[in-house]
Every structure is written in C-alpha cells, then in structure tokens.
C-alpha cells in the first residue's frame, strides 16, 4: 500500500536559518512522483517543489530544495534562509503511478521566530 | 501560472440543506479534477476524482449519493452536499490537472448547524 508518513508534528526555526522537514513513502511502484506543498492559515494549497522517481538530480526551486533519498524511499524538504512569511503547515504528497491520485502526509508545522 | 478558484470561500448551512461548491479552472482546461476533504488539523482526504463529460470516481467510503460531482465543462466542476449534517462540516478543497501538476483551488469552508 502506498503510504506517505511525515513525523514531525511541528518544528521551530529561526528567521535566516535553514530547516529540514522530513517525509518518507512507501511504494512498491517503480515510477512515482513526490511533491512538498505549503499551506498557509488562509488554507489554500501552495505548490512548492516535485520530484519525478527517475530524476537523478535533487530538484531546486529558489530556496527549497528536495533532499531524495530513493533507496531510504526519503524525500525531505530542505528550506534554506528561513523567513517569517514561510510559518504553515507543509505537506509532503505522492503521486500513485499510472493515476493522477495525490496521497497526503499529515503535515508538519513550522513556525520562524524572528 | 494556472489558476484556480472556489466558490463559495466559506457556507454555513441548516442540517438538512444541500450546498454547491463550485470549482473552476481560469486560464486552462482541465479534464480531471478533484475533490479533498481536510478536518481540522489534519491532511487532505481525496474524496473523487472529477472527469469532464463522465462519471466521478469515488474512493473507498465516500458516498456516491450524498456527495454528487457534476464535471460539465472543461473549466467547472461542482460538488454538491446533499442533505448536510453537522459531521459534514469541513474544508473542501479542489485541485486540476494540467500536465504532470495538480494546481489547487482555495478551499470551501462549509459549516453545518
């Protein structure tokens, strides 16, 4: 069964710092895809980064950046210079191969303190 | 970039009543949609999978009959919640395809009393 499990309840950081949050899944597809959205308080679903299961390269969007693992079937979101405005839930998702379905984490809080 | 809206953004509602969430893609078209479920506090719950011109796909659990998808045109799909109950109080939040992406809507509060 295809599973997407993030551990982190909540995290601190503060402001310039950078910060992991950690997802792990679980698969038996060859091909699969893994996104980190971010979902501030107004509730909206603000895409982040994705990574293909066949990309060799970590991918990189501005200051995220996915730390993909895939022999430890880890996909860890790595936040650098961390801002106010970055304080939301974070979703961790997965992409079921040969559907378009999205299976969902059960998010991690990170909070910025100045 | 692509865009998505909902509507309405928050409902309250008698139990009882039925309501429409409505779920549009503005500068595309989107053959496939879909329809979460987020409780306080907790991740999203994919309820169906929305397909122009066809018949919803639902998941495991969710009620076909009480939760009625109509995808009638490429950029609108709705979602209707036949006779809410309180326990139907919820965010609903829809998503559209295009390419690889899902591109999410802002969510529908719904309030049942």
């Known amino acids: 069964a295809q599973k997407i499990t993030q551990t982190q309840p909540g995290m601190f950081v503060q402001e310039k710092e950078a910060v992991t949050l950690d997802c792990t899944y679980d698969?038996?597809?060859?091909?699969?895809?893994l996104f980190w959205y971010k979902q501030p308080s107004s509730g909206e679903m603000i895409f982040l980064i994705y990574?293909?299961?066949?990309?060799?390269q970590n991918a990189t969007e501005g200051r995220y950046s996915l730390n993909f693992q895939k022999a430890r079937k880890s996909a860890n979101l790595v936040i650098s210079a961390s801002q106010l405005g970055d304080s939301a839930m974070y979703f961790c998702a997965m992409r079921v191969s040969d559907t378009d379905k999205l299976i969902f984490g059960t998010g991690t809080r990170l909070q910025v303190f100045p | 970039g692509a865009v998505v809206s909902q509507h309405p953004s928050w409902v309250i509602c008698k139990s009882g009543t039925s309501v429409k969430i409505e779920c549009r893609s503005l500068?595309?078209?989107?053959?496939?949609m879909f329809w979460y479920r987020q409780f306080p506090k907790q991740s999203l719950m994919l309820m169906a999978t929305s397909n122009e011109g066809s018949k919803a796909t639902y998941e495991q659990g969710v009620e076909k009959d009480k939760f009625l998808i109509n995808h009638a045109s490429l950029t609108l799909s709705t979602l209707t919640v036949t006779s809410a109950h309180p326990e139907d109080s919820s965010f609903y939040i829809c998503s559209a395809k295009r390419g690889n992406e899902q591109f999410f809507g802002p969510g529908t509060r719904l309030t049942v009393l």
């Open positions: 500068d595309f078209q989107a053959t496939t």
């Open positions: 698969t038996s597809d060859q091909s699969y895809g």
């Open positions: 990574q293909g299961s066949y990309d060799e």
